[in-house]
């Protein structure tokens, strides 16, 4: 391995712990957190999606 990678290496990880000591406190918990934004589609009322059959055997997706 060349020098100048393990030197980057090197500072990605004193990166990551420098960042995880100092904004421990500030992370969120991903079980607690409610998002502040709403979320819409550009649309209103009913829409089709025409390239997809609507028969459930003949697309995988519906199993998703």
């Known amino acids: 391995m060349k020098l100048r990678f393990l030197w980057q290496q090197t500072q990605q990880i ?5 960042a995880a000591v100092r904004y421990s406190d500030k992370f969120t918990n991903k079980d607690t957190y409610i998002g502040s934004v ?8 009913e829409w ?8 459930e055997q003949k697309s995988s997706n519906w199993r998703i």
């Open 38 to 45: 709403e979320y819409s589609l550009p649309f209103n009322g």
């Open 14 to 18: 004193a990166g990551l712990i420098y």
């Open 48 to 55: 089709v999606d025409l390239r997809k059959p609507y028969v």
